[in-house]
């Protein structure tokens, strides 16, 4: 019986110990578990903000914060379908920043990311806090204004952040001027997707543009049919360039003193498949949006001294030619080093050619260099050699800055004075203040559009001494203008019925 006792308490501690042994397993189990799931949710915790930091890193713009294309392409989707729910419509607003390409040029890229900083700040300043303001890329920028209850509510919305971007932006203590042109489309009335709404906008925002930057334009039917008329200018202008089918023609300045030619100028022509002449106001502005300039003026440059070699080689007496100049040239074209390797190609003396400049391609210039020691592009020229006109004189900036800052040969009044010289006493008086203040200068001072013969005597009586314009001759192509090359004195006779005043 002793021994039956003292194997059942053997058994019972062995029993106790089991017991024990597997509760202790089982706190240790109850306790990795719990560590285990507090390492889950840290570890799902760690994964959701990653998550949520690509997320943003692939939604928002690095440089501004903003969201980016790739966060409207999703959002705005829902936006349209929240606004045919609410019969509420939604406003796209389309941003393009006025000459910003010239702030990077001239000032660098660093520069250029401030300035776009400030810009989305202003922006989003401008704005509703539950409007959405995104960066496409580049200096565009897009705003999507919800909840709109009039059309009112989106131009006075447009206007304030014009005006906002029309305030001088200081960067690293330099002042930048600069504008925004925007166009604006709205949901539902002016597309039924997001790919039509941003087309849209962005039509409008280039007859923003086209109408002198700084201000706004709505969408209407009108201007996506202009669009259309500009795509298939351009691409006819790239096939016309492929097929060499731009002529050059050339139209003589004349001193009225002398009635000899001083100067031709070389105008750009286009005729068409059909033979038809194309104004050059219709193709010249899409050349230079497009880029297409550089290649349009270096094919009458080139056309120019081989002309010039040919009038040469046939005994005519060369005069220097003028060549039209726009900013983009300057821009985007070397300019020196091509007119250094026509002129040595073709042994032709650089002051036998004049670059014409408008007001707003040296105003640019100027401000370019404002604060700058970069070589300059129309200094380049000038020591080449070369002439300085500024044409169209009086309806640009007409800023006296940059007459003081380069040298310049000659002003050409621009033709909207002339042409209304003898009964309008304002344009009488304008023309009269820019021919005393050019004698002053030492300036060669030209009469652009010369038509009739009252315009004419008052020129003379003005002491305007050159003039240009149908009265005398019009653009001829080089072979016409060869026969005028012959360094005599004009007469009624001359160039083919063109009225040339004998008794000048």
């Known amino acids: 019986m002793a021994v039956w006792s003292a194997t059942l308490v053997r058994r019972g501690r062995k029993l106790q110990g089991q017991v024990r042994d597997a509760e202790q397993r089982h706190r240790e189990f109850i306790e990795q578990a719990q560590h285990g799931g507090e390492v889950r949710r ?7 903000e990653k998550q949520q930091h690509l997320d943003r890193l692939a939604h928002h713009d690095q440089l ?5 294309r790739l966060f409207l392409t999703h959002w705005l989707p829902q936006a349209m379908e929240e606004s045919k729910r609410s019969r509420s419509p939604l406003a796209v607003l389309f941003l393009d920043l006025d000459r910003f390409k010239h702030v990077n040029d001239t000032h660098g890229h660093e520069t250029g990311d401030k300035l776009l900083q400030t810009v989305a700040h202003r922006v989003k300043e401008a704005v509703r806090t539950d409007d959405v303001v995104v960066r496409m890329g580049g200096d565009e920028f897009v705003v999507i204004l919800t909840n709109i209850k009039s ?4 131009n006075d919305t447009a206007s304030r952040i014009t005006a906002s971007l029309a305030e001088p932006i200081s960067i690293d203590g330099r002042p930048l ?3 925004v042109s925007i166009g604006v489309s709205l949901y539902p009335r002016d597309g039924n997707d997001v790919g039509e709404l941003l087309r849209h906008s962005d039509t409008a925002m280039y007859q923003a543009k086209d109408r002198g930057r ?4 709505v969408f209407n039917p009108v201007m996506d049919r202009k669009l259309k008329e500009r795509v298939a200018v351009e691409n006819s202008l790239r096939a016309a360039l492929e097929a060499n089918r731009l002529d050059v023609h050339y139209q003589p300045l004349l001193d009225l003193e002398t009635r000899r030619i001083t100067t031709l100028e070389a105008l750009v022509r286009w005729k068409d498949s059909e033979g038809m002449f194309i104004p050059p106001l219709q193709f010249l502005p899409v050349a230079e949006e497009t880029g297409l300039i550089v290649e349009v003026g270096n094919f009458v440059m080139k056309r120019v001294v081989a002309d010039m070699a040919r009038w040469r080689a046939s005994g005519a007496t060369l005069v220097p030619v003028a060549i039209n100049i726009s900013a983009g040239q300057l821009r985007r074209g070397d300019l020196h080093g091509f007119i250094t390797s026509l002129l040595t190609a073709n042994r032709l003396d650089p002051a036998l050619l004049q670059i014409e400049l408008t007001e707003g391609a040296m ?7 404002r604060g700058e020691s970069n070589e300059d592009a129309i200094d380049n020229l000038r020591a080449m050699g070369l002439q300085v006109s500024i044409d169209d004189f009086g309806t640009g900036y007409s800023s006296l800055s940059y007459l003081k800052r380069w040298r310049v040969d000659s002003l050409k009044i621009d033709r909207s004075f002339v042409r209304d010289l003898v009964t309008d006493m304002n344009d009488l008086a304008i023309v009269g203040a820019i021919i005393a203040m050019a004698q002053h200068l030492r300036i060669k001072v030209v009469a652009e559009g010369v038509e009739g013969w009252a315009q004419l005597e008052m020129l003379r009586k003005l002491g305007c001494r050159y003039a240009q314009g149908y009265l005398f001759a019009e653009p001829n192509t ?4 060869r026969e005028l090359l012959s360094g005599r004195a004009l007469g009624v006779a001359d160039s083919t019925g063109d009225l040339l005043a004998a008794n000048m």
Do not use: D, S
């Open 151 to 154: 059309t009112a509510q989106v």
């Open 42 to 48: 840290k570890i799902e915790a760690q994964l959701l």
């Open 478 to 481: 080089a072979a016409n203008c």
């Open 177 to 179: 001027a600069t504008t």
């Open 214 to 217: 700084n201000n706004f334009q």
């Open 64 to 68: 501004t914060g903003l969201p980016n």
């Open 363 to 369: 105003f640019e210039q100027f401000e370019g260099r």
